[in-house]
């Protein structure tokens, strides 16, 4: 009966000392045993692809765009002709995507840098690749690839003159010309810019809009000489044109 006695105790003591090692207490770090190490890859996240092209120009293919203050105005505060008075084709840059349906674009009209809404449906999207930035006190043009630094192109201008400045601002080509005497003043090509001079209301029976265009005095580049539009060489506007359609970005700098 003793020896029972003791035989049962040893057993509950072995049992308690066991039930220790396998119940960890709350203040200890317990690590799997290598055989249960479960091992769980994070997923990679999924980056999205960069945007084929940087900006986008909105070709009007209704005969009116009409404008609104916002995607929630019910009616249009004005209704734009296309073709534009200048017989031309409407165009827009589209500087944001909105509500369903919705497009921001930059007209060509003042004040400079002038926004408004448009419906989707009136408009046809084109991708655009480039923009054109012109530094006043360095009297250059330069082309970028998109939003990058990427230089494709670059050249001497001839900018306004300090009594009719060439106006700061976010523009667009809105028109572009070849002219029928490229040797004339304005040179072979002129590219529109939707900006406006901020001292010429009218100039040579237009509303004083700028242009990019060529010059029959390219002694003048690199001067302050014009009424605000900026002059390039003959064999540079040449070169530019193909790499400036209309809706492509122009920003003028200091």
Request: net charge negative.
């Amino acid at each position: 009966m003793r020896v029972r006695t003791v035989a049962i105790f040893i057993a509950v003591v072995l049992l308690t000392a066991g039930a220790a090692l396998l119940w960890p207490r709350g203040d200890q770090n317990v690590q799997a045993s290598p055989t249960t190490t479960t091992t769980t890859t994070a997923p990679t996240p999924t980056m999205a692809p960069p945007p084929e092209h940087a900006f986008e120009a909105a070709d009007a293919i209704v005969p009116e765009v009409h404008v609104y203050e916002s995607p929630t105005a019910t009616e249009p505060y004005d209704a734009l002709a296309n073709p534009t008075v200048e017989d031309v084709p409407l165009a827009f840059l589209v500087k944001q995507h909105g509500p369903p349906g919705w497009l921001l674009v930059q007209l060509q009209r003042r004040p400079n840098e002038s926004t408004a809404w448009i419906h989707a449906d009136e408009v046809s999207l084109r991708p655009l690749d480039n923009r054109i930035v012109v530094q006043l006190s360095t009297h250059l043009l330069t082309v970028y690839k998109g939003l990058t630094d990427q230089v494709l192109f670059q050249a001497p201008v001839a900018v306004g003159a300090p009594r009719t400045p060439t106006p700061l601002g976010h523009f667009f080509i809105d028109v572009v010309v070849k002219l029928a005497h490229p040797s004339g003043a304005y040179g072979p090509y002129q590219l529109s810019v939707a900006g406006f001079s901020n001292v010429l209301q009218s100039f040579g029976g237009g509303p004083g809009q700028i242009a990019i265009h060529g010059t029959n005095h390219p002694e003048l580049i690199g001067g302050d000489v014009s009424n605000g539009c900026i002059r390039m060489r003959n064999e540079d506007i040449t070169a530019l044109q193909p790499m400036a359609p209309v809706g492509t970005p122009v920003e003028v700098v200091a």
